[in-house]
């Protein structure tokens, strides 16, 4: 259900704005009356109002004059303005009009089909450009989030290669450079611990190309690269996590395909130890002849209801990278109370070669 918009109806006699509510109820937006043009201006300088329906004709301040003021306020100046006449109007008086920021005429007696239309029609244009402006907003967020993301990333894998993997070449060239120093005897010592804090670092650097891009995904497929992240995650992070995938010996999909299964379980689980509190989770994939089903469930404390809704501002990159790989595979992506905790479902159609080209 769309979120309700404000139509601000202006007009000195109370009959005539009965009326166009009347015609305007079935609209199901936010009617807002003035009697005057005075009225009208304290209406918009206390509610954004999506359209304003004004009367020409009007003591004091006259529809034109009324649209002069209002277009001189910045926030106003895309705001749609229908004037209403019940005099036939001159090009001239329309020009006139036109030039102080109106989109479109009504006359009198007014078609009652006519005027919800072309207020149906400005209405849900001010709502997508309301949306397009928070998507935006959201957009430059989430860009923000995600190099703030990647500038994280990097130095967490330069503290691994520094702490690690660096150290055991550290002492390795160490031992290496007094190895000409020591005696005969204890030389094959020496090369011996060489070669053992080399085969500690060559394993470093396989924990961390494992974790970035698991080589099984390529070489073996889906199954045995996720079974193998969950049983490093269940030791990593102490959370008690099943894997249960069906059939188990499903046939290879396509790599793209594999991957994207493959990293929607693992932010899934990361955003799990991250901040569900959760003791146990459980990951479950199910193959069938048109498509993919992926659902991962913990028993934590569950997620906002604004942020199962995506609504903007509530998400992180993590959820936001996630629903964009769904969106590009053509899939869907709910996120669910599970009562305790949060139950991530999503199903993406398993494409044909050609659709996949």
């Not at 045995?224 to 990593?236: D, I, Q």
């Not at 590009?328 to 996949?356: C, F, K, M, W």
Request: charge should be negative.
């Amino acid at each position: 259900m769309p979120d309700k918009v404000n139509i601000l109806m202006v007009d000195d006699q109370p009959g005539k704005l009965l009326s166009y509510e009347a015609v305007l109820a079935e609209l199901g937006e936010n009617l807002i009356k003035a009697q005057s043009g005075r009225e009208a201006l304290d209406h918009l300088l206390k509610t954004d109002i999506a359209v304003i329906l004004m009367d020409v004709s009007m003591p004091e301040l006259n529809g034109f004059e009324l649209a002069d003021m209002i277009r001189e306020h910045p926030r106003f100046h895309d705001t749609a303005i229908i004037f209403i006449s019940a005099v036939c109007m001159t090009d001239e008086d329309r020009i006139r009009g036109y030039k102080r920021g109106a989109v479109d005429y009504i006359t009198v007696p007014i078609i009652p089909e006519l005027m919800r239309a072309k207020v149906r029609v400005f209405a849900e244009l001010y709502r997508k450009t309301r949306q397009l402006a928070i998507l935006n907003h959201e957009l430059r967020r989430l860009s923000g989030s995600m190099i703030a993301a990647q500038d994280k990333e990097r130095r967490r894998i330069a503290r691994e290669l520094h702490d690690s993997l660096g150290q055991e070449l550290s002492a390795a060239k160490i031992v290496a450079d007094r190895i000409p120093e020591r005696s005969a005897e204890s030389k094959d010592l020496a090369a011996a611990e060489v070669s053992t804090l080399i085969g500690h670092a060559l394993q470093q650097v396989r924990s961390i190309s494992h974790l970035l891009h698991p080589p099984m995904l390529d070489e073996v497929g889906l199954t045995s690269a996720l079974e193998w992240y969950v049983e490093g995650f269940t030791r990593r992070s102490g959370i008690e996590t099943a894997i249960d995938i069906v059939p188990p010996d499903f046939h290879r999909l396509a790599p793209a395909l594999e991957t994207t299964v493959f990293r929607i379980v693992q932010e899934a689980l990361t955003n799990v130890l991250r901040h569900s509190q959760a003791r146990r989770a459980s990951v479950s994939l199910v193959i069938a002849d048109n498509h993919v089903s992926v659902t991962v469930r913990d028993d934590g404390r569950g997620m906002a209801d604004q942020t199962r809704k995506f609504r903007p501002g509530t998400i992180g990159i993590g959820l936001a990278g996630m629903r964009q790989r769904v969106k590009e595979s053509g899939g869907e992506l709910h996120l669910r109370d599970a009562n305790p905790g949060t139950l991530v479902e999503v199903v993406i159609p398993i494409r044909t070669g050609s659709e996949q080209s």
